[in-house]
């Protein structure tokens, strides 16, 4: 095992069993259920489990009630593509393997089963879901060691390969850039689904560089030319059209979702904002 690898193990683990009891991510909370009844909203119930067709409906909310399951199944599937190779304060692809290391360790204090699917242009690797520490050890290793160059995100073919792959229903978080049109309604429609969108501040706040030479990690193709302040413009305006229609469509499918920032430890940024 090499001393990335080791260092990363070492510190989520670190954060995530030596955490108090009440500093849980709030993913794996009121997970696990299946569906009974409907019922009338009553003050203190989660406002996550309301029916807003029922609601709309019948012009007072309503809630949706749940049976236990003895276990969750926790899928962690995170897209390593070029574009992740990026990064000012560390790679986007590092940042995402801590995120899956934090979500795999807390799934297993949860005392659930953890699987993880790497992707890129194409399937790499696929764990079979485990409870044991080690297997999201295992997990970290491997995606650390993943050579993200020359692999181009195939956005379409990785949901494709999620909705064959995971056939039970389970909590499905899916970690990536998320840059380009995507369709995740599918998804969200078998699953629990959470989207983890990873970015490097410098990403969506570039400056003006001049004449530079640019390379895109996943394709190769390298672009020489004048990087001034009306490029930056056009260019900032496309990532927040991006940004625009992913949001209308998580929020249209039903799917949590919530952005994360690789200069700010990716631990907080989870108890913080799931």
Known sequence: MNSKAKTVILKTRKQVF?????????????????????????YGDDIRSIDWKTTAKLGKPYVKVYHEERELNVVVSSMLC??????????????????MAIL??????????FSHILYADRLYRYSKPSKKIFAVNKEIEEALSFDVLKKQGNYSAWIEELNKRVEKKS?????????????LAI???????IVLIVRDYFIENPKPLGEVTLVDPGYFDAFRGNFDEESVGIYKAALRENDKQLFRHLRKIGARFAKFYTHEDPYLQLVKRL
Do not use: C, W
């Open 82 to 99: 070029g574009s992740t190779f990026f990064g000012v304060a560390k790679p986007m692809s590092e940042f995402i393997v801590e995120l």
């Open 187 to 193: 998804l969200a429609k078998k699953h629990d689904l």
């Open 18 to 42: 030596g955490a108090l009891n009440g500093n849980n991510i709030s993913a794996f909370r009121g997970e696990g259920f299946e569906f009974a009844e409907l019922r009338e909203y009553a």
């Open 171 to 183: 909590l499905l978080i899916l970690i990536g850039d998320f840059v380009g049109e995507m369709n």
């Open 104 to 113: 795999g360790y807390s799934a297993i204090r949860n005392r659930d089963l």
